[in-house]
T-cell receptor, first 113, second 109 residues
Framework: DTAVSQTPKYLVTQMGNDKSIKCEQN?????MYWYKQDSKKFLKIMFS???????INETVPNRFSPKSPDKAHLNLHINSLELGDSAVYFC????????????FGQGTRLTVV | RKEVEQDPGPFNVPEGATVAFNCTYS??????FFWYRQDCRKEPKLLMS???SGNEDGRFTAQLNRASQYISLLIRDSKLSDSATYLC??????????FGQGTELSVKP
C-alpha cells in the first residue's frame, strides 16, 4: 500500500491551461504539504495544511490554490499555467506540524509547453 | 542568506571512502533536524533524524551543533549504492520543514 500517493505522475500541458494534482495519504497523519522542486533540484515548501487548515502559505503566486477536503487529501490546482511552473511537485505528510519527519509522494513532473 | 545551506558538491569519491556533509541553518529556534536521501527522479526519503547527542545508524553518523547551528552527516566505507543527493532539513516551531539545496554524492568503483 502506497503511503503518500499523487496523481498524475506526469503532466504535460500548454501555457494558459488550468490543471490539478491530487494527493492522498493513508498514514493517518495530521499535516500535509506541497513542495516544488525546480530544475536546480532545490526543494521549496509552498503550502502546509494541518487538519484541513492552512498553516503555511509561502510566497506563491495566487494562481496556485491548495484544497484539503479532509486531512487525508491535499490537492493543488494551478490556473493559467506558465513556462516557469515546470517542475516536480511533491506532496508530503507528517504526523503533526512540528518536529516530525515528512513522508513524500513519488512526485508529479509538470511540463508546461 | 538561505535558511538552510549545504556544501555545494558534487562529491566524487571512491568506494570505501569516508565522506562528510555539512549543513548550516539560520534560525536558532529550529527544533528538529533530518537528513534525507533522494535518488535520481525519485522522491526524498528519510535517512535519519538528528539528535542533540548525535546518533549512528550503521555506516551513517549524524551530529548536531546547536551553538554553531550546523548539522553533519558522515558516511563511512562508501558503497556504490550510496550515490544519491543528500538533503538536510530543519523544522521550526511553526511546522515549516525547510530543505537545503542538496549535495550530490557519486561513489565510483
Amino acid at each position: 500500500d502506497t503511503a503518500v500517493s499523487q496523481t498524475p505522475k506526469y503532466l504535460v500541458t500548454q501555457m494558459g491551461n488550468d490543471k490539478s494534482i491530487k494527493c492522498e495519504q493513508n498514514l493517518g497523519h495530521d499535516t500535509m504539504y506541497w513542495y516544488k522542486q525546480d530544475s536546480k533540484k532545490f526543494l521549496k515548501i509552498m503550502f502546509s495544511y494541518n487538519n484541513k487548515e492552512l498553516i503555511i502559505n509561502e510566497t506563491v503566486p495566487n494562481r496556485f490554490s491548495p484544497k484539503s477536503p479532509d486531512k487525508a487529501h491535499l490537492n493543488l490546482h494551478i490556473n493559467s499555467l506558465e513556462l516557469g511552473d515546470s517542475a516536480v511537485y511533491f506532496c508530503a505528510s507528517s504526523q503533526e506540524a512540528r518536529n516530525t519527519e515528512a513522508f513524500f509522494g513519488q512526485g508529479t513532473r509538470l511540463t508546461v509547453v | 542568506r538561505k535558511e538552510v545551506e549545504q556544501d555545494p558538491g558534487p562529491f566524487n569519491v571512491p568506494e570505501g571512502a569516508t565522506v562528510a556533509f555539512n549543513c548550516t541553518y539560520s534560525n536558532s529556534a529550529s527544533q528538529s533536524f533530518f537528513w534525507y536521501r533522494q535518488d535520481c527522479r525519485k522522491e526524498p526519503k528519510l535517512l535519519m533524524s538528528v539528535y542533540s547527542s548525535g546518533n549512528e545508524d550503521g555506516r551513517f553518523t549524524a551530529q548536531l551543533n546547536r551553538a554553531s547551528q550546523y548539522i553533519s552527516l558522515l558516511i563511512r566505507d562508501s558503497k556504490l549504492s550510496d550515490s544519491a543527493t543528500y538533503l538536510c532539513a530543519v523544522s521550526n516551531q511553526g511546522g515549516k520543514l525547510i530543505f537545503g539545496q542538496g549535495t550530490e554524492l557519486s561513489v565510483k568503483p
